[in-house]
């Protein structure tokens, strides 16, 4: 392990896999080791959870579940309520242990477990909405519905955020009294690993369960017939995957996958609102991995170059690459060099293809940073829609920036994607916000903001970009089913 004393000690100390209440070691005796995307060194090795594991949690969490279903809820509701103030009380060690495993800069990661204890909290107060209606259809005869949960959930989750969407995305089924597998992302699964040794002790043996591993982990999970609904945060290959193993059983799925989400800027918008929104919508922070990045920016002809240049002037004063556990640090490394050499071949497309490059399109030459997966943000203008990174997800640190004029053709190329999961429109003039609003193919949609997500409102996608809303009721209600009940009198 090449990391400082501070450092090592974050990490959590088991490495194997969690569920029904404990650490079990992996039956194919197989670990693999994660790496640190700012050096390129190895951190430790985390077991790769086979067939038999897979299952053994899956019978684990199935034999769980009577118990926790017939839980009394203010109990469950104190469960998640213990859950979220251990979240909010270790939040800096979790933020190290992610900075590590994923590249995140640390002093932003700090967040994600408030957030995620906030989601918690949110779904442990939203317990009561979980009920059914009385419906009269005849003098002889009473009927209502009630509201039951589903049984073992599976929650695959993504490397860019991993302790937050594990932590988070474990709330809604909980509390609707479904047991719970996590599937950690195995570019970075330390922080979920993490994350089990916090909550050792706070659900019931096997309710709450924690899996490392690849995609033979994951297939099984979509595929078992005791997982009763599989989850996807992740890219849209993987979403279509996960689609036809859960076909085998008709379960349900809840897939938020990718994105190449479009800002839209007319001539009447405020300007230091906007430039300040694109570079925030861009997530340069995370280097760009980020579904919901707002990376094609769509600029008025008559404030293009006005807005294109100060963009450029913000992101190069406020994004330097840097060591993630490095509180200063405002922009990690990618994940992998696989990601690294992907996004490096996006710039490459780019330029051969056209595009004008306004800022960066190359790697840091510190040398401190050359051992990592960094790249600068990049920043390219003069973009077309025929051009590759006009229309593939790049989930890396560039923005592609349009000139527009015409609206009919503005929103021909804002639609003109696979993808549909944000938007951002910036005007100052109320009818046409609505109006673009209504013309975009997007499952959110901010008005004068970009990045922002609020417990309550739901946040999904349409198109390639999903299926299925988070971070609301509706959420909470998709992890029961719906059962009639008819009595006659």
Request: proline share 6%; hydrophobic share 45%.
């Amino acid at each position: 392990m090449h990391l400082p004393t501070h450092l090592a000690d974050c990490l959590p100390r088991h490495l194997d896999l969690y569920y029904d209440g404990q650490w079990s070691a992996p039956s194919n005796g197989l670990y693999q080791e994660t790496v640190n995307p700012a050096t390129g060194a190895p951190i430790v090795a985390v077991a790769q959870a086979g067939v038999r594991d897979t299952e053994a949690a899956i019978e684990a969490a199935h034999r769980a579940f009577p118990a926790w279903k017939a839980l009394p809820s203010a109990e469950r509701a104190s469960c998640l309520r213990k859950a979220a103030a251990i979240l909010r009380a270790h939040a800096q060690t979790l933020a190290l242990v992610d900075a590590i495993d994923t590249g995140n800069p640390v002093a932003e990661m700090v967040s994600d477990a408030h957030v995620a204890a906030g989601s918690l909290e949110y779904f442990a107060g939203l317990i009561p909405m979980i009920k059914g209606d009385t419906i009269p259809v005849a003098e002889d005869s009473f009927h209502y519905t009630v509201r039951e949960p589903l049984g073992v959930v599976a929650r695959i989750v993504a490397y860019n955020h991993p302790l937050m969407f594990a932590a988070a995305k474990i709330a809604a089924p909980l509390a609707a009294g479904n047991t719970v597998i996590v599937k950690a992302p195995d570019q970075a699964p330390l922080a979920c690993l993490k994350l089990a040794e916090l909550l050792d002790g706070v659900f019931p043996p096997g309710v709450f369960n924690v899996l490392t591993g690849s995609r033979e982990c994951g297939q099984v999970l979509a595929s078992h017939p005791l997982v009763r609904k599989v989850t996807l945060i992740g890219s849209v290959a993987t979403g279509k995957a996960i689609l036809r193993s859960a076909a085998e059983t008709l379960k349900p799925a809840l897939l938020e996958l990718g994105g190449k989400n479009a800002l839209v800027a007319y001539p009447d918008a405020d300007i230091d609102a906007l430039v300040a929104g694109a570079v925030r919508g861009m997530n340069f922070t995370w280097a760009g991995q980020s579904c919901g990045s707002t990376s094609r920016v769509f600029l008025h002809e008559s404030i293009h170059d006005e807005v294109l240049a100060r963009i450029a002037e913000r992101v190069a004063a406020m994004h330097r690459p840097g060591d993630p556990t490095d509180p200063a640090t405002t922009m990690g490394p990618l994940i992998s060099r696989a990601q690294c050499d992907r996004v490096l071949s996006f710039i490459a497309s780019a330029r051969e293809e056209g595009a004008r490059l306004v800022l960066g399109g190359v790697q840091p030459d510190e040398p401190a940073l050359r051992s990592g997966y960094y790249v600068q943000p990049t920043i390219f203008a003069d973009v077309q829609p025929h051009m590759r990174i006009a229309r593939e997800e790049i989930f890396g640190p560039v923005m592609a920036v349009f000139r527009w004029s015409d609206e009919e053709e503005l929103f021909g190329q804002v639609n003109g994607t696979e993808y549909g999961l944000t938007a951002s429109v910036w005007t100052r003039d109320l009818k046409r916000a609505h109006q673009a609003v209504r013309r975009i193919h997007a499952g959110f949609v901010w008005v004068n903001q970009t990045g922002r997500h609020y417990l309550g409102v739901p946040f999904g996608g349409s198109k390639h970009s999903g299926m299925g809303r988070e971070e609301c009721v509706e959420e909470l209600l998709d992890f029961t089913e719906l059962k009639s009940v008819n009595i006659q009198l």
